[in-house]
């Protein structure tokens, strides 16, 4: 699968997701290709963590310079102090950089952000003391505290997505204990592995490795081609387990900031 390929089945994954995360303010809809949020008093400078962005994620239409001008406008309007715009791989992505520049956007100056891929064939399951298995609903009911534990306020993204049938969820325990949780999210071809936290007390007993070896096999059996990932470089665990189980860097996605004067 080409980059800018992964890019549009990721577009597609973020849509279906992203209504459901906590305190998610709405997309605004109509400017070109863009994928934009917007949130005038979140004032992050962390672009994970700031929903002040905007997503060119290997645009399927023409993307003209009028679109950039209209996207730093209506940041500019709402009274926002930065907003990030992230940039995957795509046909018009020299144009595009060169808008950026022309408004101002730098590349934000730190950490990286890949896209990792592989294709979807079975793995053998992680060997670890804790026991890995599918959440269904009621156990998500009961593990409602650990998954607060886990999550923080993205314990309810998993409550609300763990009937829905594109989704799946994946936890370890301890004991009979909810200690690490991961989800998966099947879109035609292609599985998204994402949604993953580990409660403090229980990291370095390979949850995440067993999670990991889980969800792609659960992408196998729901026909799956390819299954993909993200994370960010200075998780450097998050990107060694990834590696250590097929992935590999298909693109980083470049990250630009502007910031009021």
Excluded at 39 to 53: E, G, I, K
Excluded at 116 to 130: G, I
Aim: charged share 25%.
């Amino acid at each position: 699968m080409k980059p800018e390929e992964v890019a549009r089945h990721l577009r597609r994954v973020v849509v279906a997701s992203d209504p459901y995360r906590p305190e998610f303010p709405g997309t605004i809809e109509g400017i070109g290709d863009a994928y934009v949020t917007l949130d005038a008093d979140n004032d992050s400078p962390y672009p994970s963590s700031n929903l002040n962005a905007v997503h060119f994620m290997g645009c399927t239409k023409e993307v003209v310079s009028a679109d950039i001008d209209r996207i730093v406008a209506l940041f500019n309007e709402s009274g926002c102090r930065r907003f990030f715009f992230w940039l995957s791989p795509g046909l018009q992505k020299d144009e595009i950089q060169n808008w950026l520049a022309a408004h101002g956007l730098n590349r934000f100056g730190g950490t990286g952000y890949p896209t990792l891929l592989r294709t979807a064939t079975p793995v053998k399951p992680h060997e670890t003391s804790l026991e890995v298995k599918r959440l269904d609903p009621e156990e998500v009911k009961a593990q409602s505290e650990a998954l607060t534990e886990i999550f923080s306020s993205w314990g309810d993204f998993v409550r609300t997505t763990c009937n829905q049938p594109q989704f799946d969820h994946y936890g370890a325990y301890a004991n009979n204990r909810l200690v690490a949780a991961a989800g998966l999210y099947v879109i035609g071809d292609l599985g998204y592995l994402g949604w993953a936290g580990t409660a403090e007390p229980f990291r370095g007993l390979g949850g995440q490795n067993a999670l990991i070896t889980a969800r792609i096999n659960r992408a196998v059996e729901r026909g799956c081609r390819w299954v993909c990932s993200e994370t960010l470089y200075m998780l450097e665990n998050s990107l060694r387990n990834l590696e250590r189980n097929g992935f590999h860097i298909i693109y980083d996605k470049e990250v630009y900031i502007w910031e009021r004067p």
